[in-house]
């Protein structure tokens, strides 16, 4: 069987389960990164287990250096750990590399006879550790994205080369789309509502992988207990927004993951920080989080929740942004912030890099100040004369505050109906616009084919300084929906 090449190929194996010998058998010498080779580079010999700190961080860098020269390159090591597999599939992706992982399965009394008979082998326990995760390896790599799994009993001169493709993908063209619309706009998917019958992961992993495909730059959901009003029966399924991102983060999608928005009553906001950083460290430096001062008070009452006043909340709003910031830079120390503070900032996974805090809510007084103190974007609605009103407001506390205008990205929430023609945009206005006047409706969701929305986030984009919208469908009743929106995208 032919193999990729070049390629970034990724051995998995126990010790002596013949990983060196399959790799000199098919590349040349300076085409393999061996563990073990610099281990004798940094240390006093191959097996110098002192010297195995040393020699992975040059492994590293090797790797990273000839992958992202697009060089073909056979990691040599144990393969066992899942958080390096990851970070050279990652390093494969960026350079459009495909990634190939190559599982050793050598019967398990091959590796302990051929071990024993080393000059210094390995301990019998760690061998035994080494198996055992062999036995299990097979189903991770699965889930990983390798674009090919290859499993083998031993090299090919051994004569026992049963080798057998498991998985094999089209080969990946890399996904270096800007996914930006031409006016220089995201779109993001934002998703209100749940329509999943029977089958909530199955719905869900379909929507992000059908939005992942045509180009959305990432999916924002609601943060809310109780379905809201605005949106849906309170009966209908509303999902816990950061398990769920848990669930969109395990896809092979490079969608940006986020709330839109938590209130932050809901949570302490030490809390949503946690939540915020493990999503971003699962998801690969994917997070985003949208932010606010909570408004409906019905949930809060039916979960015990406390609903304080518009100004306390709106406190809670501003110190839990301090609070995120805090326990997401680095170091442990003490935090004093400008109300509240915390003894350490102790908070491990840390992001893997910043997250964007959007603030949302368009309150004049309050809510826009903080936005222009320590938001890295501000959520506005998507109504041009309405935008151009706020964002005035913004920019006066920002010069107020002393912050740069420009560091405050503008966002929008928009809730199209798109059509595939003219006469489909208004069979869908009467199906959605409930006991509201059919020219209302359609005027609130700008109700056209795709072409008319894409010029009016052209115009967002160019007159009001627009650089994310956050699309929800109002009919998006399943994955099949988002073509008709690509359009947009583009
Ligand atoms: P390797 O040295 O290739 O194993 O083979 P490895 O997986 O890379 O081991 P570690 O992890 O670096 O310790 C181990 C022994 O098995 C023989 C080789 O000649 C070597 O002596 N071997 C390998 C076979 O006899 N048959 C094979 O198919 C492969
Ligand atoms: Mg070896």
Redesign the pocket.
């Known amino acids: 069987m032919r193999l990729p090449d070049p390629a970034l190929v990724v051995l998995v194996?126990a010790?002596?389960?013949?990983?060196?010998?399959?790799a000199a058998e098919r590349y040349r010498p300076q085409e393999v990164v061996s563990s073990?080779a610099l281990r004798g580079v940094v240390g006093s010999g191959n097996h110098d287990l002192d010297a195995s700190v040393d020699a992975f961080a040059i492994l590293e860098q090797v790797v990273a250096a000839r992958v992202g020269r697009g060089l073909c390159t056979v990691v040599?090591t144990?393969g066992l750990d899942a958080g390096r597999r990851t970070s050279w599939l990652a390093l494969a992706r960026q350079a459009g590399l495909p990634a190939v992982a190559v599982v050793?399965a050598t019967p398990e009394a091959d590796c302990r006879r051929?071990n024993a008979a080393r000059d210094v082998p390995?301990p019998a326990p760690a061998l035994a550790g080494q198996l055992r995760r062999m036995r299990t390896v097979a189903e991770e790599l699965a889930t990983e994205g390798w674009e090919v799994v290859v499993t083998t009993e031993?090299?090919a001169s051994?004569g026992?080369a049963a080798e057998e493709q498991v998985v094999a993908r089209p080969a990946p063209v890399a996904d270096t789309r800007d996914r930006r619309t031409s006016a220089g706009v995201e779109v993001v998917l934002q998703v209100s509502r749940f329509p999943w019958g029977e089958d909530p992961a199955g719905w869900l992993t379909g929507i992000a992988l059908e939005a992942d495909r045509l180009g959305f730059a990432g999916i924002a959901l609601m943060d809310h207990l109780v379905q809201i009003p605005q949106v849906g029966r309170a009966w209908e399924p509303i999902p816990e927004p950061y398990v769920t991102l848990g669930l969109l983060a395990g896809l092979d999608t490079r969608l940006r993951l986020g709330t839109l928005v938590t209130p932050m009553t809901l949570r302490p906001a030490g809390v949503v920080a946690k939540a915020v950083a493990t999503l971003d460290a699962l998801s690969g430096g994917r997070a985003f989080v949208g932010v606010g001062a909570g408004w409906w008070e019905r949930e809060h009452a039916g979960f015990g929740v406390p609903f304080p006043g518009a100004r306390e909340r709106l406190d809670l709003l501003e110190d839990g942004i301090e609070t995120m910031r805090a326990l997401w830079s680095p170091g442990t120390k003490a935090w004093h912030g400008t109300r509240a503070a915390l003894p350490e900032t102790t908070c491990y996974p840390r992001p893997v890099g910043p997250v964007p805090v959007i603030v949302g809510g368009s309150g004049e007084r309050r809510t826009l100040r903080i936005a222009a103190r320590l938001g890295d974007a501000c959520n506005l609605p998507s109504d041009p004369a309405v935008l151009a009103a706020k964002t005035a407001v913004l920019h006066a506390h920002c010069s107020d505050v002393g912050r740069d205008p420009a560091e405050v990205a503008v966002t929008v929430l928009d809730l199209p109906v798109v059509g595939h023609d003219r006469g489909d945009a208004w069979r869908r206005v009467e199906r959605l616009r409930g006991r509201t006047a059919a020219a209302s409706y359609a005027a609130r969701h700008h109700a056209a084919p795709a072409p008319a929305h894409a010029e009016r986030y052209a115009a967002l984009a160019e007159q009001h300084g627009v650089s994310t919208v956050f699309l929800g469908l109002p009919d998006l009743d399943s994955a099949d929906d988002l073509e008709r929106v690509a359009p947009l995208l583009a």
């Not at 010790?15 to 399959?22: P, Y």
Request: zero cysteines; charged letters at 20%.
């Open positions: 194996g010790s002596g389960s013949g990983k060196s010998t399959w073990d040599d144990l050793l051929r390995v031993g090299a051994q026992a």
